[in-house]
C-alpha cells in the first residue's frame, strides 16, 4: 500500500488488518492532524475491483467485498482509495449508488470520457511516477482538473530507477504536473495540498 498525498503535519498512522471471507485485506489508516483537530479514516482493499485478470465469478466476489467496504464507510468521516483497472464504471457507479462522497481513483487506467463522469461525481485521482513516464498516463493526467489531482508513490510496486520508489519521489510528479498546468513548483505543490485538505474535510491553506 501507499499514502496518498498526505499534507506534512500528520502524527500517526495505526493499521488495522481484517480478512473477509473472499481473504482480501482491508487496511485502514487512521491520520490525526495536530492544526485541524481532524480524524479521518482511509479504507482501501488489495485489488477490490481489478477486472484485469478476474473470471465472472471473481469479479462478483470483488463487487460483494467493495459494497462491504462502502457500507461500513459511507456515514463516516473517511475517504476510500481503490483499484478500478477495466472495472472502473462498475466501480464508479457503486460509489454513487452507495452515496460514498469522498473517493480517490488509484492510478486510473480507464476511458479517458469516463474521466469526466468521475469528476463529475466528486471524486479524485492520485498520480505516480508510472503515470508521468506513460503516453497513456500523460494523456490521463491532461484531461483531469488541477483541483481533482492528488499524488502518490504506489511503492513499492511502482518503480523509480530501479529501486521502489519513495515518498521524495513525489517531487518528479509535482515538476510534471507544474509544467502541465502552467504553474511554478510552489504553486503545484499548494494545489495538491488543497485537494487533499479538502478531501480530509480540514481547514484551508493560510
Request: net charge neutral.
Amino acid at each position: 500500500c501507499d499514502v496518498i498525498g498526505f499534507p506534512k503535519k500528520v502524527l500517526e498512522f495505526v493499521f488495522t488488518l481484517d480478512a473477509d471471507q473472499h481473504e482480501n485485506i482491508v487496511i485502514e489508516v487512521r491520520i490525526v492532524s495536530n492544526n485541524a483537530h481532524t480524524e479521518a479514516l482511509c479504507f482501501w482493499n488489495d485489488g477490490p475491483a481489478d477486472f484485469s485478470k478476474a473470471d465472472n465469478s471473481e469479479k462478483a466476489n470483488q463487487i460483494i467485498t467493495l459494497k462491504k467496504i462502502l457500507r461500513i464507510i459511507k456515514d463516516r468521516p473517511r475517504f476510500i482509495s481503490l483499484h478500478s483497472r477495466k472495472a472502473e464504471s462498475v466501480v464508479l457507479d457503486l460509489l454513487k449508488d452507495t452515496g460514498i462522497e469522498k473517493a480517490v481513483f488509484h492510478w486510473y487506467s480507464g476511458p479517458m470520457a469516463l474521466i469526466d463522469n468521475v469528476v463529475a461525481a466528486g471524486y479524485y485521482f492520485s498520480i505516480n511516477p508510472a503515470m508521468i513516464r506513460s503516453n497513456k498516463g500523460r494523456r490521463i493526467i491532461e484531461r483531469i482538473p488541477p483541483e481533482r489531482v492528488l499524488t502518490e508513490t504506489d511503492g513499492p510496486y511502482v518503480k523509480v530507477k530501479g529501486r521502489p520508489a519513495e515518498p521524495g519521489d513525489v517531487k518528479a510528479i509535482v515538476d510534471y504536473l507544474k509544467d502541465a498546468w502552467d504553474k511554478s513548483f510552489q504553486e503545484a505543490e499548494k494545489t495538491i495540498e488543497l485537494n487533499f485538505r479538502i478531501l480530509m474535510g480540514m481547514r484551508k491553506i493560510g
